[in-house]
């Protein structure tokens, strides 16, 4: 299903960019940044020629961009991104402040980390300007404007006077009305949003929770069709579960250079059964909530001390925002506490990393892992799941209930990880399983990522914005 754009020029706009140049060795270099995203975009992109607009972040961003700031990526025949150069004030009231400290935490219901400044408020309503202000600046007739996420809600609106198709896609989980109301600035941001055409989501629940709330600020919301109407225009809204590359990873599993890296990580273990873990560090993963279930699992089976180690490898994030730092200090010294409650000679139950790494070291890990284990409190989806998936071929994923991807793995182990007996039950469960159960497992979900992977998910959500507007 290849969708027909109608050789109209696609104009993405996010908060991520998909490439940054940074100085290396006395040069300037550029640098693919990984995530699915990206991968996912970027050969559109490519193909289409479109335009992506996003905030420059790479060190030397800037030193190569021309007089409207923009650069050909990743060389002369690709196509144009247009960076946004944010003040420091912007990165700190804008992208810490209200995206990370009031948009995020009340997506995903956690209403006691909000923080609603007034000037976050305020620099959010002025970036989102700049951003409408660049597109508008770039738009020709026919253009289709992709907006990615929590950080642009306000643009659609900003953009309506110049008559553009429109639409949103949402990373993270949509919260029901009771949290999303807290936001004293709903109405604004919601009014933003419903002057796109079209709005897409993880899940259905996403995307009932989105209608409702729409419902709640007076608009005529249809439940069956998934339309609202709303200041005499229609959105249309949809769940568009993101895939990943599954192509890539499966061929990855087939390498014979990766398979070598793959059982070099496992044998500098020295242990029967690996369990893996990776997340950004954010307070939505789950993690400590996992360190407390390994505890467990260590204390309650103790036929698995010396023989599993737990790898949490924690990409840094956000470590402008306090409640991060604090975060990171707690994990550590959980990892600590059990280290030292159950290490044995040369054995130590947990293995804690800390810092990013090319995706190329993270990935050896996927295969060389016995057992996933994600626990995110909530999620929009979890690539990190799917990844896992794809390569392996008798690995167990024993997922949290609460992410977005459980609604698609129906093989997977489930869990409830605020559950810490559950959870250490669990794990031993994983571990237990039999090699046919694991193949059976695999075998349905592997058809399923590849069947839904990033070209479905990009080919489908074009065409039911197509539609929407047709
Ligand atoms: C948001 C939503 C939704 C991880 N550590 C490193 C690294 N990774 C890669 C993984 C994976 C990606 O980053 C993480 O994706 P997730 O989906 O797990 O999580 P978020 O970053 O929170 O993403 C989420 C997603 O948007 C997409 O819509 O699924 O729910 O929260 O691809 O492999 N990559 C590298 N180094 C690391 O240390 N290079």
Known sequence: MEADLEDKRLVLVSNGEPYKHVYRNQDIEIEKLAGGLTTGLDPVMQKNKGLWIAWGRGEADFEVVNQNNKVMVPDEDGYPLKRIELTDKEKNNFYYGFANEVMWPISHTFISKANFKEEYWQS????????????????????????????????????????????????????AWEAFRTIPWREEILEGMLAADFLAFHTDLFVYNFLNCAKKIGAEVDFSNKEIFYQNSKTKVESVPLGIDFQRFNNLAKDDDYLAQAESVKASYDTEK????????????????????????????????????????????????????????????????????????????VKYFYGSVPQAELLPYYKAADLALITALIDGMNLVAKEYLAVQDLGVLLLSEFAGAAEYLDSALKVNPYNTEALADSIYQGLEMSETEKEKRLQQAKADLKEYDINWWRDYFLKKWVESYE
Do not use: C
Request: negative net charge; aromatic residues 14%; hydrophobic residues 35%.
């Open 274 to 349: 690996l369990i893996f873990a990776v997340d950004r560090l954010d307070y939505t993963k789950g993690i400590e909530e996992r360190l407390k279930g390994i505890d467990r699992f260590f204390e309650k089976y103790p036929e698995y001390q010396t023989e599993a180690t737990f790898v949490q490898r924690v990409a840094p994030s956000r470590m402008g925002i306090e409640e991060y730092q604090q975060m990171k200090e707690r994990i550590e010294k959980k990892v600590a506490e059990i280290n030292g409650k159950y290490q044995k000679d040369q054995w130590v139950p």
């Open 124 to 175: 959010y309503q002025k970036v989102n300007q700049k951003y409408a202000k660049s597109i508008k600046e770039e738009l020709k007739e026919d253009d289709l404007v992709w907006i990615h996420d929590y950080h642009l809600t306000l643009v659609p609106g900003l953009l309506e006077e110049s008559n553009t198709k429109t639409s949103l896609f949402w990373h993270i989980p949509w919260p």
